[in-house]
């Protein structure tokens, strides 16, 4: 099949949250790149962020004309809900980039640094939220309540933009997020950052000090790709590999690594499958070690 007839990409995330963000930028990225090709037509499947698109592109297999934007829900619904669909039933096309999480809260926290913040929270009980149980919003939680010896309360949010209006409207104290995420809500003025979970301050807020430099080193790194429909040829493959190689050497894409401090970690095809089975198994114990595997059938 023409490249020139491959042109939607299924969007896994819902309004508000990283996935769509992705998704204009390659949308933007693809426009500048190859002006000759059809607008990427963008199809939203993130009421059920992942599965949605799971199951979409499972019925679809062999069709070569749409890929969707991944991230580890792929791997950790699967493993959350004991699902018989994973990715091993779908085409891995390539790992695009590394994010980075940040530790917010509102702009009138009284946590004007990220120490406060760690003194605070060891002190007295405090909420934090994601919309689901094992999240890496609930993982990272529970990094941080482990090393403070802190009790954190987790709020479990209707989807993923509405931890960020929870945030906002003071039914939790505090949470952690992308820079994608949370940008539109510092830039508006109703939230601050308070730390970064890097071993390094991050370009998208270099005025922010690490949690490593409050004393508590807790990091995490996050990958957003590309999946297709499993069952495609090594051609169909080996087209869509070339195709998003182009787009990162486009202004647009390169624009929406700085604005949210994201970093190129470009793995495709086979590396990038092997890469998925390696986070298969970590997500794997460390849901495990958190209680939150189904007991096995």
């Known amino acids: 099949m023409s490249l020139a007839l491959r042109n939607t990409l299924i969007v896994h995330g819902p309004a508000g949250s990283a996935p769509p963000v992705l998704a204009e930028a390659l949308r933007a ?29 499972r019925a679809r297999s062999g069709d070569a004309s749409l890929v969707s934007t991944c991230t580890p829900v792929f791997i950790q619904a699967p493993l959350l809900r004991g699902m018989s669909l994973t990715h091993r039933d779908l085409t891995p096309i390539a790992r695009l980039v590394a994010d980075r999480f940040f530790v917010v809260a509102r702009s009138d926290s009284p946590w004007a640094t990220a120490a406060g913040f760690l003194d605070h929270i060891a002190k007295t009980t405090t909420r934090t939220g994601g919309y689901f149980l094992g999240g890496i919003n609930h993982l990272l939680a529970l ?24 945030l906002i409207e003071g039914r939790i104290d505090w949470g952690v997020g992308v820079a994608a995420e949370i940008l539109p809500h510092v830039e508006a003025g109703t939230m601050t950052v308070i730390a970064a979970l890097d071993g390094t301050r991050r370009p998208a807020f270099p005025d922010v000090p690490t949690l490593g430099e409050a004393g508590l080193p807790v990091s995490f790194q996050l990958w957003r790709g590309i999946m297709a429909p499993g069952g495609l040829s090594e051609e169909a493959q080996a087209d869509w590999h070339a195709h998003f190689e182009r787009l990162r050497d486009s202004d647009a894409w390169r624009g929406y690594l700085a604005r949210n401090g994201q970093e190129d970690a470009w793995l495709a095809g086979a590396a990038f499958r092997d890469f998925l089975e390696a986070e298969w198994d970590w997500y794997g114990k460390h849901l495990g070690l958190a209680g939150l595997l189904p007991e096995p059938a």
Not at 31 to 57: N, R
Not at 143 to 166: C, K, L, R, Y
């Open 29 to 57: 990225a693809q426009a500048e790149a190859m002006p000759h090709l059809p607008p990427l037509d963008l199809l939203p499947k993130g009421d059920d962020p992942g599965v949605d698109s799971m199951h979409w592109m």
């Open 143 to 166: 990094s941080i309540a482990d090393g403070t010896g802190a009790d954190v309360e987790f709020i479990v949010t209707e989807s993923e933009p509405a931890v960020w209006n929870a």
